[in-house]
């Protein structure tokens, strides 16, 4: 028979195994087959070639014509040989394998002519038998759509107790309990392109339509979350691993305010979303809840989500409040990973990740609003550092390396790897630091150099492959994204001060932070140029051809921040003949913020705040048009260019229509 090529191998399934793909079968074979063969070695009981039963037959015109059969069983298939069709066929009773049929709907365009159907054979247009008597098919283990190793729950926990901390394959986790007959079916289907959500197939095994419900809107904000949020804030366990466990009563806090964050990013009912951050506040500070590293990160989810939703009163509260719940349980300590870990490495990591977030979280707070003093700065820290974000998504963790291992790696004389991640904390520390400095005292004091040390050795000694937050393959590095941004925006607080950028007509953009007065100067210091190269620094991160909505919300205060440089060195009277550029950075923000006002309502007040100062200093720009010493230096064509720029931004900021806001 043609063997039907159009149905794989699963992977990752161990296939049963046949002595050879010609050789001998057992004695032990179907009563069918035992009356059907004419050989001396059938009717002696002796093994029987499996091949013979397709030997082909002599037509009377004296042509051979092989018989076929419209349907192989899956293991005949699985190793492409030829089935006899029989049910059991001759070649699974032999091995002692589980016979089953899969219709398949590529290449088979029904029985030839002049051949009669064997009764015993199903026919390729069937689907497959899903009856509660019918058995599991081993043959499609690995093949069911989404399917994931994941560890299997015991007493609490999930995976093997015993498996080293150190060292973990979500592979090596045991198998979860076998699939259902429709799961199977709804594999075949994947793998050979069927719709299955017409079809059901009931008790007599007739196929029956059916309409199968979608996924509930508490399923499709779970979902959101992880597909929209979790990569920004990796620190609640990878999705396969977190629904193993997601029945226990202590998880109840953080998958409500898991589905409460993903909701932001879909088009939900603002009544749903109100009662979805009600229910996971009223679980975090419930009477009788437990105080553990879940309820821990369930109060991290609201601190992001309600910061990015204009409620940074509200999320500090939070804050001030999780950061001592997180050192009454001593989640900052060595130990909590491995003794709450439940001996599984993922689960370690995430408790070391929850630590190490939060301490993320609360500098960008303090660094961005300056209006909280970065309190976990001064917390001794024992945890370990994350390991890479496809490790920890793949349950691979390696041997945890430390904060002291990463600060002293240019004198230990060892060649360590740390991920992205482990240098999101430097640059949070290095973003402490400077809010630990003594008072800075002028341009030349010399507590501002060290801090500009600080910096500068942190990105010249990054690793060639962490120098850009796009990896290779073109695909984000969120964690160094971050890293990169935190970098760049401590310059511009550590320098902005002390440049001559006159800050007065930015003065109205406070959605972040409180204006910070800086006084006017003639002249453009090195503190200038340090400010204006990391403003713009931040505008290229824009560029990046990944979706801005990917990213943590912290980078909306980052570009206001650099559209405040943008916009005071745009205000002046004397500008450079070349600042088109300039005004492109401007666009640029203006852009970005406008796209992240789709979902975080911080990002839309800080887009009308930065929009407003731009009309403004455009209407003295116009002023100053009508002095002559503003064109003075300038050709004809440059002057004609400056006009023309400068009314096509205007005009695009004046029109500016805001994106809906799905915040409600």
Request: with cysteine; net charge negative; glycine share 6%.
């Amino acid at each position: 028979m043609a063997v039907d090529p159009s149905i794989p191998e699963p992977d990752g399934v161990p296939l049963p195994a046949f002595q050879s793909r010609t050789g001998s079968m057992s004695s032990t074979s179907s009563p069918n087959s035992q009356a059907q063969s004419t050989t001396p070695a059938a009717s002696s009981g002796t093994g029987v070639d499996a091949e013979k039963n397709t030997t082909p037959d002599m037509s009377n015109d004296g042509r051979s014509r092989e018989s076929t059969v419209p349907a192989a069983c899956l293991a005949c298939r699985s190793k492409h040989l030829k089935c006899d069709g029989q049910t059991p066929c001759a070649r699974c009773i032999s091995t002692q394998s589980e016979c089953v049929y899969v219709a398949s709907r590529r290449g088979y365009k029904g029985p030839r002519r002049g051949t009669v159907q064997n009764p015993n054979k199903r026919q390729a247009t069937s689907p497959p038998d899903l009856s509660p008597g019918s058995s599991d098919c081993p043959m499609l283990l690995g093949a069911r759509t989404g399917s994931t190793n994941m560890p299997t729950v015991v007493g609490g926990g999930f995976g093997p107790p015993t498996m080293p901390s150190h060292d973990v394959n979500a592979a090596g986790y045991a198998p979860s309990q076998q699939p259902t007959n429709m799961q199977l079916y709804k594999s075949y289907c994947a793998v050979n392109g069927i719709d299955p959500s017409g079809w059901v197939v009931n008790q007599t095994g007739n196929p029956a339509a059916v309409q199968i419900p979608g996924p509930t809107m508490e399923e499709r904000c779970f979902d959101s979350f992880y597909h929209h949020f979790h990569a920004s804030h990796p620190f609640v366990l990878p999705k396969p691993f977190l629904l193993q466990i997601s029945k226990e009563p202590s998880l109840n806090p953080v998958t409500a305010a898991m589905r409460w964050v993903g909701s932001i990013f879909i088009d939900v009912a603002t009544p749903v979303r109100e009662r979805m951050f009600n229910e996971a506040f009223s679980l975090i500070y419930a009477p009788g809840r437990s105080k553990d590293g879940f309820l821990v990160q369930a109060m991290m989810l609201l601190i992001v989500g309600l910061d990015g939703s204009c409620q940074q009163d509200k999320a500090r509260g939070i804050l001030n409040d999780v950061e001592a719940l997180a050192l009454e349980i001593r989640l900052n300590t060595r130990e909590f990973a491995t003794t709450h870990g439940r001996g599984i490495a993922v689960l370690e990591e995430s408790w070391r990740r929850t630590w190490w977030d939060l301490f993320v979280i609360d500098g960008m707070v303090a660094g961005v609003h300056r209006v909280t003093n970065f309190l976990l700065f001064d917390v001794p820290a024992g945890a370990a550092l994350p390991c890479e974000e496809d490790q920890y998504l793949t349950a691979r963790i390696p041997i945890p390396l430390y904060l002291d291992d990463l600060e002293d790696q240019d004198f230990s004389g060892e060649d360590r790897e740390f991920s992205s991640f482990a240098y999101r904390v430097l640059c949070a520390r290095n973003l402490g630091k400077l809010m630990r400095a003594p008072p800075i005292f002028g341009p030349e004091d010399e507590n501002l150099g060290k801090i500009e040390t600080l910096l500068t050795n942190w990105r010249l000694h990054l690793p060639s492959a962490k120098r850009d937050a796009l990896q290779k393959n073109g695909k984000l590095d969120e964690m160094m994204f971050q890293a990169h941004m935190m970098n760049q925006a401590t310059s511009i607080m550590l320098h902005q001060p002390h440049s001559q950028l006159d800050s007065s007509p930015t003065q109205d953009i406070n959605s972040c932070a409180p204006h910070q007065v800086i006084p006017a100067g003639d002249l453009f210091n090195s503190h200038t140029r340090h400010t204006i190269e990391s403003a713009n620094c931040i505008s290229t991160m824009i560029t990046h051809r990944v979706p801005l909505l990917s990213h943590t919300h912290f980078f909306t205060c980052v570009i206001t921040l650099s559209s405040i440089v943008h916009l005071s060195r745009w205000a002046l009277f004397f500008i450079p003949h070349d600042d088109d550029d300039l005004r492109q950075q401007i666009r640029l923000n203006i852009g970005a913020l406008n796209h992240l006002s789709e979902v975080w309502g911080a990002a839309d007040r800080a887009r009308g705040q930065v929009k407003a100062v731009a009309q403004e200093i455009y209407k003295v720009k116009k002023q100053q048009r009508s002095n002559s010493q503003f064109w003075l230096g300038l050709s004809q064509e440059e002057m004609l260019n400056t006009i023309a720029t400068d009314d096509s931004i205007i005009n695009e900021i004046e029109n500016f229509e805001p994106m809906p806001n799905l915040l409600g």
